[in-house]
Every structure is written in C-alpha cells, then in structure tokens.
C-alpha cells in the first residue's frame, strides 16, 4: 500500500489525472500567450508536448518506479519529486512568459516581433500598451528613424546597439507610417501613377519579411483592408 492507504495502480490514477489538469492549465497559458501564428512560428507546440512528457516523467512514471511498501521512506521521496516538479513548472511558465510576443514593429522595410523580454514595458508609451492589453495577437506599431542630429545614439546605434524595434521611445501607431509602408513595400508591385490613387486597392496582400527571435527569418503577408498580418509563413522571405 501507499500512503494513505492507496495501492501502487490508485497512485497511478490519482496522479495521471493531476498531471493531466496542470497539463491543461500549461497549454491553456502557452496558447493564450502565443495566440494563432505565433504558436508555430516559436515552436510552441513542440515544447508544450516536451513540458507534458517531462511532467508525466516527474509525477506518475517517477512515484510507481520509486513505490515502497514503507510509507514514511515513500513519502519521503514523492516530497522530493514533487518539489522538482512543482520547480520545474514555475521555470517552464517564467520562461514562456517573459519569451512571449508582445508587439510586431514595422521597422523601415520589414516586420520585427519584439518579445516581452527584449524591452522594459515600463518605458513603452502608455497609448501602445493600452493596445498591448486590449489586443488578443501582438500589435502592429511602427519604429521612428533616430534623429539625424543625435549623433551619440546613431554611433550606438552603427556600433552594434539596440536598434530603432527595441527601443520603446521611437515607438508609435502604424498609421503614421502607412502610407510609408505601403510606399516601400509595394514599390515593385504598383506603378508610380497608380501608387498616387490608392496603396491599398493595389496592394491588396503585401508580403513583408518577418524578423523574429534575433536573427531568424519568416514572411507576413499582410492583409491591406484589415491592417493586419493574415498568416505567418514560415520561409525565408530572401
């Protein structure tokens, strides 16, 4: 018997079905933090079922292979399991939080997605962390250029610095920049004469490379009408 009176095979029951709501609880976090594209595009999906299997490892596969007739010693090493696991989930959602996508920054010719960890939202305008808080997928914003006459922060810049997507005081709503956008980026797909009527009516879906996670790369296309990206697909957009 086991502590408490359960058999080897109660255990096993009891604590499939406790592994199995802290599981659903994880996936419902990691899902609600890396909404739609995002889930794939930072191979959230793999490290959850990873997380699940290192859960079931650390709670029913450990406590049924370490079962001992002797209650007080198997007590004493489910406390021991159980505190690595209980460890193991605080590490798991502190680093799938502080990881998660917060804006996408249109940044002269290409999207960045700048994760919770890269900027200090203490220091974002409060205008875009209402839409940080209002939004379900990471808004879209826009990075000013750094002023040609602040020289200091262009050689930090020139020398290996942050640039203009992770530093919160260039940041601003994309409607300042769309006609920009759409200038650059529908260069090649719209005549000059046309470009002067309507971007939009052109470019209806405009395919725009996405920087993410530091130095990989996807393409957004980016639906016209609505402002938005539509779909992530995961190639290089070079």
Known sequence: MSPGGLSRRNFLAISLIETALVGAIVVGLVYSWYPGNYLSLF???YKVFGFVVLLLLLGPVLGVFLYKPDQDAYVNDLSVIYL??????????????????????????????????????????????????????????????????????????????????????????????????????????????????SYEAHCDQVRVPLVYQGERFATAVFDSKESEIETILLRNPW
């Open 43 to 45: 191979d959230a999906r």
């Open 84 to 197: 690595v696991r209980f460890c193991v989930v605080l590490v798991g959602l502190h680093l799938a939080y502080s990881q998660r996508p917060v804006l996408v920054v249109f940044s002269v010719d290409r999207f960045v997605v700048v994760q919770a960890h890269q900027i200090a939202l203490k220091q974002v305008p409060p205008s875009i962390v209402e839409e940080i808080r209002g939004a379900v997928v990471p808004p879209l914003i826009a990075a000013k250029k750094l002023s040609e006459n602040n020289l200091d922060l262009l050689l930090e810049v020139m020398g290996g610095g942050m640039d203009i997507e992770y530093r919160p005081s260039q940041y601003e709503s994309f409607k300042y920049q769309k006609n920009v956008f759409y200038d650059r980026m529908c260069r090649q797909a719209a005549s000059e004469s046309y470009r002067k009527v």
